[in-house]
């Protein structure tokens, strides 16, 4: 009894205590002095009495008193089929146990935090948002819709503003990853040294002013969901060897960390660098971009696709359906080097210019675009003549009129000058706005 691990307290069939050993003082904080009294009184929430009344055993009991906190097991005592007493043993809630409740608590914390992420980082856009009318874009569509249900990587081209990040957000939309976070790594804005620790996150005490419980990095966050490396092809060296063997291996090893950890991470890259070329300077490695490239969606610029523009533009005008002709014209033939993104822009600016009810010409659209227009005008070969001859009626009618009265009779000497009939005059000054 002193030397047991168990705390034990003994009655008789009167519910008088017979005796207690030291571990049950330890565990219950109940002093030797009880022994030769009633339980009951003494104890007055006691269940121990219960048992000689019912002769049967209770397995683990959880008890709470003063603080304290006990498992315990209760038995009759029987002699000759007679009870004759009851014995309590009982067992302090171990560490381990404790230690398993609070695990639960961590777990269900962690769990909410996952959720956290994951409504964080819950895609924007997905295919309906892909707005084209083009036969190659549709095609790029058709097998980004295929592929997205499965795991293998993808490798998105195209030049900047083209719609990478969209098709890469609709890719994850679909897929089986939906629920899980989508993250961005943008490739070329974090700087290389930094990138292992962005990637991988660190160990605690990793380095001097690394995080003192450690840091998970974007590939355990992105863990059951997509890591959308944008501008990959400015990935250093080094980085590329170890995405390399992350990628082989499904697992990452946080920096200053010896053990492993799984990661379960669908890839989609972004390039708008002709990756054969950067291999070619040895600025990329060969055998990373074949486990970028199962599949490959080649994203035609906007130039390549000119039906595009007008068919982009009046959704994103839906509501103002009245643009000038001109500006349509002007909006298919520029160059558009920033792609969607630029057409999209020059668009919102446009629609802020110009009041509501008012129809969208040259001047609202931004100064720097009007200046394209211009030069634009001045290097087609159809427009100059035309354009020049009505520079030119222009300044001639305004001149004479300038040096004539307002009169219908000064008006009509104007006209005959000019050897025009006075209706054709008034229609001029009304295409030129003269007064
Ligand atoms: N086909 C498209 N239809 C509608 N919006 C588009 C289209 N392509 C691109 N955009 C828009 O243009 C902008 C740039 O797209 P993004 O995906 O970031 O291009 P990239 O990643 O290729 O630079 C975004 O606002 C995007 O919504
Ligand atoms: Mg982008």
Request: proline content about 4%; glycine content about 6%; charged content about 30%.
């Amino acid at each position: 009894m002193e030397s047991m691990n168990d705390g034990v307290l003994v009655i008789d069939r009167a519910g008088v205590v017979k005796t207690i050993n030291p571990e049950y003082s330890r565990i219950t904080g109940v002093t030797p002095d009880i022994i030769g009294k009633s339980l009951i009184s003494y104890r007055p929430g006691a269940k121990l009495p219960e048992t000689l009344v019912s002769g049967e055993s209770q397995v683990g009991v959880y008890r709470k008193t003063h603080n304290r906190e006990y498992v315990v097991d209760m038995a009759p005592v029987i002699v000759e089929d007679e009870i004759v007493g009851a014995v309590s043993v009982c067992k302090s809630l171990n560490e381990v146990q404790l230690l398993t409740r609070e695990l639960e608590k961590q777990r269900q914390r962690v769990k909410e935090l996952q959720e956290q992420i994951s409504a964080f980082h819950k895609v924007r856009y997905t295919f309906e948002d892909i707005i084209t009318n083009d036969p190659k874009m549709k095609e790029r569509i058709s097998i980004a819709k295929k592929t997205a249900t499965t795991d293998l990587p993808i490798l998105i081209k195209g030049e900047s503003g083209t719609g990478k990040e969209l098709f890469a957000q609709a890719i994850h939309h679909t897929s089986l990853r939906s629920a899980k976070p989508f993250i961005p790594v943008n490739c070329s804005a974090i700087p290389s040294e930094m990138i292992e620790n962005e990637l991988f996150g660190h160990s605690e005490g990793a380095f001097p002013g690394a995080f003192e419980e450690g840091k998970a990095g974007l590939f355990e966050m992105a863990d059951g969901g997509t890591l959308f490396l944008d501008e990959v092809s400015d990935l250093s060296l080094d980085v590329q060897a170890k995405l390399l063997r992350v990628l082989q291996e499904g697992a990452i090893r946080r920096i200053g960390e010896a053990a492993e950890r799984r990661v379960d991470v669908r890839i989609v890259a972004s390039t708008n660098r002709d990756l054969h070329q950067r291999i070619a300077k040895g600025l990329f490695r060969n055998d990373f971009m074949y486990r970028l490239n199962t599949v490959v969606l080649q994203i035609p610029p906007l130039r390549d696709r000119k039906a595009d523009i007008p068919f982009i533009a009046k959704s994103v005008l839906s509501a103002r359906e009245d643009v000038d002709q001109e500006v349509m014209t002007f909006l298919t033939k520029y160059d558009w080097p920033g792609n969607v993104r630029e057409l999209r822009n020059v668009l919102d600016f446009a629609m802020c210019m110009a009041d509501e009810d008012e129809r969208i010409i040259i001047r609202h659209l931004p100064e720097i675009m009007q200046k394209q227009y211009r030069l634009y005008d001045e290097e087609t070969e159809v427009f100059p003549l035309y354009k020049a001859v009505e520079a030119a009626e222009r300044t001639i009618l305004e001149s004479t009129l300038q040096s004539s009265g307002t009169t219908v009779e000064d008006r009509q000497e104007v006209a005959n000058k000019l050897g025009i009939s006075l209706a054709t005059l008034y229609n001029k000054m009304k295409k030129y706005k003269i007064r």
